[in-house]
Every structure is written in C-alpha cells, then in structure tokens.
C-alpha cells in the first residue's frame, strides 16, 4: 500500500530557532500533500494544503510566515516552523493522497516538536 | 464547506460488546466517507470507507452505516476488543479537515 514517510519523528529545539520537517510520499507522487497540527485532547486541525509547484493553501488563522511550507517535487513536501517557541510545541502530521485509490488519505509518523 | 461533528468525545466499552461512534454532517456532496484511526503519538490509518450511493459497508468486526436522509453515519465494532481502544475520526473524501474524534476505550 501507499506509505507516506515523515522525518524527523521527534525534534528538540531552543526558542527562535527554525525547524524543518519533511514529508516524503515513497511509492507514489502526490501533487497535494496536507499538514495537520494536533492539539491536546485529541483534536487534528488542518493547518495547510501543499501543492506542488506552487504556494500552499492555508487554513484560516495559520500564519503562513510561520508554518513555511514547500512542495518542490511530487514526492516532498516541508513544513518549516520559523522562530519557534513553546507553544509550536505539538506533534505535526502530514498526509498525501494516491489517486489510484479512491479517496484515502495515507499518513506520515507523525512528528513531535518540542520547543524549550 | 463540510462541517463534520463527532459530538461524542470518549466512548468506552467492554470487551466483546458492540462500539458504536457516532459521525454529522452538513455537506451531502462526496463520493466516499471514510474511517481513520489513530493510536497516541502516530499518524492516523485508514479503517474503513463507504460510498455515498451505499448505506452499508462491512468488513470484518468494521460496519459503517450512512443515513443520507440524517446525514449520519455511524461506524460499529463487535466485537470489540482492547486493541481497537485508539481515537477514530471521520471525514468525506473531498475535505481534509476531521471533526474532533471519538476516543473509544475497550476494557478487558
């Protein structure tokens, strides 16, 4: 089946610093690719759309200078979190969708963002 | 734009009963709902899905049922079992967005 890969799985950083997390669909390409943010309690907020080629789509109150997300081949997309601080502290998600199978998204690991 | 509630935060079962999570929605324009799960600290996995033209779709202890009319579906699971305890979120095929999740709780 399709496998959306995420990497890193977990990353520590000091405040005001900028982290990167990569998305990799691996055995199918993916124009579109999706971020998620989960907030305690169990709750996964769309944050952006990545498209390939061009600028993301950003949900209502995600600030897109913050959350920088690239889509530069059908394979990768990044979300970049600049400047962090503690309250990015949250696990990101990203997923894609192969469109030889009806409808399912296919998800990433998951990746746990600390900010001290 | 769709709007899906799961407006049950936390379900919790025995094991061997019957699951039932609960799923509303406005938009009636998709062609499939679909199922994902999802345990702490991992992304979510696709479960189960049904076709709008459908109002059943089994596999295995996995049953969705969708009312058109109510714009309701409902997935079932029996019998249940302590490793389906994860959080199950819903969502049509043509939006991206979850509702808030039903955490499901099955004790031994």
């Known amino acids: 089946g399709a496998v959306v890969s995420q990497h890193p799985s977990w990353v520590i950083c000091k405040s005001g610093t900028s982290v990167k997390i990569e998305c990799r669909s691996l055995d199918f390409q993916a124009t579109t690719m999706f971020w998620y943010r989960q907030f305690p309690k169990q709750s996964l907020m769309l944050m952006a759309t990545s498209n390939e080629g061009s600028k993301a789509t950003y949900e209502q109150g995600v600030e897109k200078d913050k959350f920088l997300i690239n889509h530069a081949s059908l394979t990768l997309s990044t979300l970049t979190v600049t400047s962090a601080h503690p309250e990015d502290s949250s696990f990101y998600i990203c997923?894609?969708?192969?469109?030889?199978?009806?409808?399912?998204?296919?998800f990433g690991e998951g990746s746990r963002l600390t900010v001290l | 734009d769709q709007q899906v509630k799961q407006n049950s935060p936390s379900l919790s079962v025995q094991e061997g009963r019957i699951s039932i999570l609960n799923c509303d929605y406005t938009n009636s324009m998709f062609d499939y709902f679909l199922w994902y799960k999802k345990y702490p600290a991992e992304g979510p996995t696709f479960l189960i899905s049904i076709s709008s033209i459908k109002d059943k779709n089994e596999d295995g202890r996995f049953t969705v049922f969708l009312n058109k009319s109510a714009k309701h579906l409902s997935l079932h699971i029996v019998p249940s079992q302590p490793g389906d305890s994860a959080v199950y979120f819903c969502a049509p095929n043509n939006d991206m967005r979850f509702g808030a999740g039903t955490r499901l709780t099955v004790k031994p």
């Open positions: 997923s894609a969708r192969d469109l030889d199978v009806t409808g399912e998204l296919f």
